[in-house]
């Protein structure tokens, strides 16, 4: 037998929903879960090869400021899928966040950062970028108060930091790692 979803009740509808869903496990028994459900995501890290640096966002994270004190976090420039394609939806969030055109970008997959308990599945991506790629000034969309800092950062001290445990962003953390796999000359 398979895990099947029995019943489903809707807790929280806004800007995500929290869902209540009773389930039967593959051996038969019934368990409830809360589900955080706002749909997938898209995440990239903007890079230069040439001057070795990357292109983050600094904002407030409200869950991190409530949990454990900090005030921001640096990320990778990220958002919800709006579009079809997670590309495009990607190349919309680097202009919106950090005021970069990107033209290539190279897929890394997809995956659930979370899945005991969001059903969110985070389309990745890198993408080289030069100093005529910086075409605005990012910073977010004020009608959303995000309050970004745009900030460039050398890819070796990016490393650094995650070796000391400093960048706490699981999404920038992987895409950090995947880099540093894919183009080693770099570090």
């Not at 680097?94 to 979370?114: D, I, N, Q, T, Y």
Request: charged share 25%.
């Amino acid at each position: 037998m398979s895990a099947a979803i029995l019943d489903e009740a809707l807790l929280y509808d806004g800007w995500n929903r929290l869902l209540m869903v009773k389930v039967r496990t593959p051996r038969g028994a019934v368990i409830h879960r809360s589900v955080e459900d706002h749909g997938d995501a898209v995440a990239v890290l903007p890079f230069d090869p040439a001057r070795k640096v990357a292109l983050l966002v600094r904002q407030l994270r409200v869950a991190v400021l409530k949990g454990h004190g900090s005030q921001t976090s640096l990320e990778a420039p990220a958002g919800i899928l709006d579009e079809d394609d997670p590309a495009d939806c990607a190349r919309r969030e680097a202009m919106e966040e950090a005021g970069l055109k990107l033209e290539g970008l190279v897929s890394l997959g997809a995956f659930f950062p979370m899945p005991g308990i969001s059903t969110e599945k985070m389309h990745m991506f890198l993408a080289e970028y030069s100093a005529a790629s910086r075409v605005a000034d990012g910073g977010g969309l004020a009608e959303e108060n995000e309050e970004i800092e745009v900030v460039e950062i050398g890819l070796h001290e990016l490393a650094a930091m995650a070796g000391r445990g400093e960048l706490t962003d699981l999404k920038t953390y992987t895409l950090l790692q995947a880099l540093r796999l894919s183009r080693p000359e770099l570090f």
